[in-house]
């Protein structure tokens, strides 16, 4: 790797299925336009309602990411939080609170194992790679996580950065992400993610990671191709995880 070529952004499309592609269609297209390599965080039936594996045209589309240089990685399974009600305060306040979503929040080891393994089949029977799972809202319980040491897949995240699996090896890269379901979130934002790109970008690494939310709305939308354009002219390459944290892992060993 050059020394020009050596700071690199990392951006993630949070679920993915055929009911949020509408949403990020043009946005894709104005970063194919830029060259621009994504990780994409595949949903199997979001909400219950999005099969993502039994649409053919969805699945083509995929597959032609795939053959792009894209990353396709698992992100939850029906990604929304369907267990049992929580059973205390702090379970109230991540569960119901602050996200709906958090769906391996909660889970015991035998539906996380279920669910992992189902989606991991999935993937399998596409004849797709797999090397990454990113939980819905990057909340995971504790049975979530043990079982991701026993699967095959490489890594996992949070929003402090990357865990190599199977032993959750932490490897912190920072993040940009909006909360853009509100006008007031949404000023918090800008705010908050222009004071951090400018940090982040003075390091080697940072990890974008966009929401079909993010692309209903013209300041989000704006910011995140503002930022891409940003951090290319300041000699930023796009890499997807795997690709980024295999590089490292190589450096390393060299
Ligand atoms: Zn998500």
Redesign the pocket.
Known sequence: MTAASSRHFMMAL??ISPATWEDYRPFVEEMDARDVRMTW?V?PDFHHRSPTFEDPKFLALLESRLARGDELAL??FY?CDDGPAPRSAREYFMRRLYTY?GEFYGLDHSSAKARLEEGISLFERQGWPLHGF?A??WLMSQATRHTLSHLPLRYTTDTKGFYHLPHFEHVPVPTLCWSARAKWRRGMSYVVNTLSERRYSKGQALRLGL?PVDMRHDMSRRYWLDAVERLQQQGFTSMTKYGWLSAQQQTAQS
């Open positions: 949070h679920d965080l949903v992100h939850g990604h979503e990113v819905p809202a929401h």
